[in-house]
Structures are given as structure tokens and as C-alpha cells.
């Protein structure tokens, strides 16, 4: 046994010699020996002792070997105990077992029988103080782990939280951005104060009616804002002329679709509003310009913004001229459904007089 710590064994018996015959052979092989007759001061014994196994009798005047037994199982979970039994305690000895012992040895005892049930029992014990250690590192592990988690969770729900806070601030940016060239495009069009802001409010009431989702909505909310942007390229003069414009002038001012495209493509967030301002003159049945698209070919958006402009274009005042009355614009309007404008959507902004949301 060098080199190791001293096991300790704890035997109940209630006959002197055979605990005497235990006691030789175990010290011989350096066990510990803690030794009791039995009777009630057993239990006291083993609460004040500490030891690794218990060999206990099973037939003993007062406290018999079960009761034993079962006080050890009770409040040493992992101590093993081995029970003695005469030849005729057969069925007793079966009958402990499955009470919880370890094993049993016959009377009278053979060193060689106990020597190998002694060392079978502890190291069973060693195994069952492994297992409970490790149970222990796994539970430990699992809480460091489940720890580790909530940790990690709190920190990106915060990161997350961060990121939607910076992406608001970008949204507001973006908006006031945009805001500002309307306004710009506004004070070099005379002819057209108020109008973007207008064309904002008709074309997203236009849009929700034709089920648009919320980001479809944002897009469009951008181009009809922006969707003249290009007449920032367009000479002020002609812009500004009052009566018809030459064939030159008018070609000219046709250009401001193509550089409002050319503006807004390369801006990141902005390459969709770019494809639609680009097709706002285009004509449902594939007269307009720049690029003569027809019917779906041109963008849904940029549809809905031709329709809120010829409406807007029609009804607002002018500086040399008064709107026109709404029944002749719906008029007009019918007229050119399916020809320059999306008949479908004629008929959406016509029935549920879309056109109110521009008058406030
Ligand atoms: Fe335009």
C-alpha cells in the first residue's frame, strides 16, 4: 500500500473472534481497522468515523446487518458494504443485495475470499468518487458554458441595438439629404413649388393602395421626391420660359431624366431610385423617353410617380395660368389610361380618389 493514503474499513460484529480474524488479515495487508460489536452505538460510531468500506454481520442481537445497511446506504452514498453471512443465510444474503451491498462473504472466512472482495468493493468505491467528480466538472462545465452564452447573448443584443440606433441616424440623414435637393430642384423650377413634396404624399398613398410593402414604399417615397432631380443639369432659362419651348429646348429638357440617372447611379442605397426617376416620362404604350419602354418594362414606381405627375402637373396653379378643374383632369387622365399612362393604375387613383391626399 505505499505510496498510497491508507484505506480505512469498518467492521460490525457482533462475535469477538471473527472480528479479531478480520482484524489480523486486514492490517496485515495496511488497511485501516475501525471495529464495532454492533448494537444501538453503531450509528454513532459511523457518524463520527470516516472509512471506505464497511464489513458488516448480518445476524446480530438489536441491530441486525440489514439495519446497518441501510443507515450506510442512507448517509455514506458512495462507501461500499459487504455482509457476512452463514451457510444457512442464503436467501438473506440474496435479499441484502438487492437492499444495496456491495457483495457478502460465507462464514467462515477465507483471507484469500475477503482480500478479493475487499479490493473488488474499493475499487468499485474509487470509480463511484470519479463518476461523482466528474458529474460535478460536467455541471460546472455546462453552468460556465450556459453562462458564457447569456453573456454573448446580452453583448449582441447590444451590438444589435447599436447598429439599429446608427441605422435610424443614417435613415434621417438620408431623408433630410434628399429633402434638401427637392428643395434645389424646386428653387430652379419655378414653375414646380410645392410639387415634390406633393408628388411625395399622392405617389406613397398610390403605392399602399397597390400593395406595396414598407421598404417598396420607402424606395418610391425617395424617387418621387428626387424624380426630377436631373433638371439640376437643365439650362434655368428654358426651365423657366413662359410659352411653348423650341423643338431644341424641348430635347434639352428631355435630358433631365437621363442625368438624374447618371446623378443618383452610383450612390450606394440609391441605384433603385436611380432606375426608376430614369423612366418617369416613359409612356405605358412605349412613346416615352429615354428609352421608349413599355408597359411593365418600365418600373412599377416609376408608373405610379407618371400618374401622380400629369395629375399634379394638370391641377396645381401656375404663375400664368390656374389649375384645372378636377373634372376635366379626370377627365384627361381616362384618356391617356393605357396610352401614356398604366390604365390599372388610373382606375386605383381614380376610384379611391388618391388625388385628396395632395389637397391636404
Ligand atoms: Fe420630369
Known amino acids: 500500500m505505499e505510496g498510497q493514503q491508507k484505506r480505512s474499513i469498518f467492521i460490525v460484529d457482533d462475535e469477538e473472534p471473527i472480528r479479531k480474524v478480520l482484524n489480523t488479515h486486514l492490517t496485515k495487508e495496511g488497511y485501516g481497522v475501525i471495529q464495532s460489536p454492533g448494537g444501538p452505538s453503531v450509528f454513532d460510531m459511523l457518524r463520527s468515523n470516516s472509512f471506505d468500506l464497511v464489513i458488516s454481520d448480518i445476524r446480530m442481537p438489536e441491530v441486525d446487518g440489514i439495519k446497518v445497511l441501510e443507515f450506510v446506504r442512507e448517509s455514506f452514498d458512495s462507501v461500499p458494504v ?34 478479493n472482495v475487499v479490493r473488488k468493493a474499493l475499487a468499485n468505491r474509487d470509480l463511484r468518487l470519479r463518476n461523482k467528480e466528474l458529474e460535478l466538472e460536467n455541471r460546472e462545465y455546462q453552468l460556465f458554458l450556459e453562462q458564457k452564452v447569456r453573456e454573448r447573448t446580452k453583448e449582441l443584443n447590444s451590438k444589435a441595438m447599436e447598429l439599429q440606433k446608427a441605422y435610424g441616424i443614417l435613415k434621417s440623414m438620408n431623408i433630410q439629404f434628399i429633402n434638401v435637393l427637392a428643395e434645389t430642384i424646386e428653387a430652379k423650377d419655378r414653375h414646380t413649388s410645392g410639387h ?135 377627365e384627361e387622365m381616362k384618356r391617356v389610361a393605357g396610352t401614356q399612362l398604366d390604365p390599372g393604375l388610373v382606375n386605383l387613383f381614380l376610384e379611391s380618389k388618391v388625388y385628396q391626399f395632395s389637397r391636404g
Open 82 to 115: 459487504i455482509m457476512l453471512t452463514g451457510l444457512n443465510d442464503i436467501s438473506i444474503a440474496v435479499d441484502v443485495m438487492k437492499k444495496g451491498a456491495f457483495d457478502f462473504i460465507m462464514k467462515p472466512v477465507r483471507k484469500e475470499d475477503l482480500m
Open 196 to 330: 415634390c413634396n406633393r408628388m411625395r404624399q399622392v405617389c406613397v398613398g398610390l403605392g399602399r393602395l397597390a400593395g406595396l410593402n414598407p421598404e417598396e414604399l420607402e424606395i418610391l417615397e425617395y424617387a418621387s421626391l428626387l424624380h426630377d432631380l436631373g433638371k439640376i443639369g437643365i439650362n434655368e432659362a428654358i426651365l423657366n420660359k413662359e410659352g411653348p419651348l423650341t423643338e431644341e429646348e424641348c430635347r434639352h429638357v428631355k435630358e433631365h431624366s437621363l442625368i438624374g440617372e447618371k446623378i443618383l447611379i452610383g450612390i450606394p442605397l440609391m441605384e433603385q431610385v436611380a432606375r426608376i426617376i430614369v423612366a418617369h416620362h416613359e409612356n405605358f404604350n412605349g412613346t416615352g423617353y429615354p428609352r421608349n419602354l413599355k408597359g411593365e418594362e418600365i418600373p412599377f414606381a416609376a408608373r405610379i410617380i407618371s400618374v401622380a405627375d400629369l395629375y399634379d402637373a394638370m391641377s396645381s396653379d401656375r404663375p400664368y395660368r390656374k389649375g384645372l378643374p378636377l373634372e376635366v383632369v379626370v
